[in-house]
């Protein structure tokens, strides 16, 4: 079964500094891609998705995600922060339909 | 998109008791997913409802310890059985879109002293 790191358990940050979280994952065919926040006392809501195509994908609220095949990555990146980006981050691969897996997330706290 | 609820949204329940969290979904879906969220961890899958058929479930989870019903394809609930403090955490369920992804409940949360 596949697997899916985050290098970052949490991330402190202050507001316009660029944000890079780190997303890897184990299994050699063909995957889908996720990217999910849940912002504080929200449900999880999907930020973005890759599931073949254009490797760099664009999400909402200017988030984008580039999907590097050879490296086994999908690394989530926004030029600018914000303090309302403060949130829990999840990467997550789904290799087989339904067998959908999450990384441990990534806690981003934004100082305004 | 679906737009899924889930009753109760939060409880505190007695160690030996058992809670069913109910998961509703405004459109017909095949997949429903139940998954647990312990405290300061990621999501991990319990097991996956189809209507009409036995729920599967992910290693290290029991039928006994948490059944599932899924009577039709807008309604599921999972069941947590005799329940300990290591029990709590955040239950979510969640259904499929169209292409592999997954939309989200809003979570129970439960604690169990």
């Known amino acids: 079964a596949q697997s899916v790191s985050q290098h970052n358990h949490h991330v402190i940050l202050s507001e316009a500094a660029s944000l890079e979280l780190g997303c890897n994952y184990s299994y050699g065919g063909t995957v889908n891609l996720f990217w999910y926040v849940q912002y504080p006392g929200q449900h999880l809501q999907l930020l973005l998705k890759y599931f073949s195509g254009d490797p760099l994908v664009k999400g909402i609220k200017g988030f984008e995600a580039e999907f590097i095949k050879s490296k086994f990555s999908f690394n989530l990146r926004k030029p600018s922060v914000q303090w309302s980006d403060t949130a829990e981050y999840f990467c997550a691969v789904n290799a087989e339909k339904n067998d959908m897996r999450f990384g441990a997330g990534t806690r981003l706290t934004v100082k305004p | 998109s679906a737009v899924i609820s889930q009753k109760p949204s939060r409880d505190i329940c007695q160690r030996g008791t058992s809670l069913t969290i109910q998961c509703q979904v405004d459109s017909q879906v095949t997949m429903m997913f139940w998954y647990r969220q312990q405290p300061g961890q990621s999501l991990t899958l319990i097991a996956t409802a189809n209507q009409g058929s036995e729920a599967t479930y992910e290693s290290g989870f029991v039928i006994d310890k948490f059944p599932i019903s899924r009577p039709n394809l807008t309604f599921s609930t999972l069941t947590v059985s005799n329940m300990s403090p290591e029990d709590s955490s955040i239950y979510l369920c969640?259904?499929?879109?169209?292409?592999?992804?997954?939309?989200f409940g809003p979570g129970t949360r439960l604690t169990v002293l």
């Open positions: 969640s259904v499929d879109g169209a292409v592999n992804e997954q939309f």
